[in-house]
Every structure is written in C-alpha cells, then in structure tokens.
C-alpha cells in the first residue's frame, strides 16, 4: 500500500490529490469525474470538477 492511501471497504483503494498512483484513470469519490494520468511520475490533482482530494483507480 502507499504511504498516506487508504483502503475503503471492498478493498477499493483510495488515492489522494498529490499521490503518485501510477499511470491510469482515477473516479472522484465525490463526483465521479474522471482524471488521466499519463506518466507514474504524474501526481493526482484536485478534482477538476468539484475540487474533491480522493480518488479510486478504474482502469
């Protein structure tokens, strides 16, 4: 697990703005907005949409 995420029940990970998740799609858990990540060196922003800090990987 990486340092500062947290696991949700159901064993979701959760990543928060500023994280290096990896490269793929993260879902806002407030909104459902979906941010790409291009790069493993990329960090999670804040939710373009609502300005939300957590996020769930989808692909």
Not at 3 to 32: F, I
Not at 37 to 51: A, F, G, R, T
Request: hydrophobic share 20%; proline share 7%.
């Amino acid at each position: 697990m990486r340092a500062g995420s947290v696991q949700r029940k159901e064993n979701t990970m959760v990543y928060k703005t500023g994280e290096k998740p990896g490269k793929g799609s993260y879902r806002c858990l407030n909104c459902g907005q979906v941010v790409e990540l291009k790069s493993d060196d990329d960090q999670l922003p804040p939710c373009p949409n609502c300005h939300h800090e957590e996020f769930e990987k989808i692909a």
